[in-house]
């Protein structure tokens, strides 16, 4: 029986990759996680090559003068997607576009390599996601610590 963290990522990501093209607005990009109940996108060229993030806590920081609401939301980890989308839609920011508030140079991962070695690339660089790329550079899925996490317990409460 094979570790489970020797388990490959191909075996835990989610089929169906949810992204946005640098372009989009950050309003398309808030619709996008709303619809998939995702907190970051990446951020894909035409070549489908990963070229930066987007994330909830990057809107944060596009809001940040909205209101000391969504700092606290931040700090607290309770992010209601409702009050964000309520707060952002008053935002002339949203008409910007995603390349301009995108984190860039997003760490990522192989989807041959195992769940151990994303989740030590998860703590060494001390990030909640790694985008994982195909053996072509194009990306295919994100792996969360959540997905790391579920991976380790999965079939171990017996």
Known sequence: MMSKSRTPLKEIISSGLVS?????????????????RVTALPVVDVRQH?????????????AKDLS???????ETGGLDHEALVEKLEHADLLT????DWMSTDPISVGIESSVQFAAQLILRNRVHRLVVLDDQQRAVGVVSTMDLLAAYVEGDEG
């Open 50 to 62: 990963c070229v930066g993030v987007i994330s909830v806590t990057d809107l944060l920081g596009v």
């Open 68 to 74: 000391d609401e969504l700092n606290a939301l931040s």
């Open 96 to 99: 910007e576009q995603v390349q």
């Open 20 to 36: 946005i093209a640098p372009r989009s607005t950050l309003r398309e990009a808030l619709a996008v996680m709303l619809e998939n």
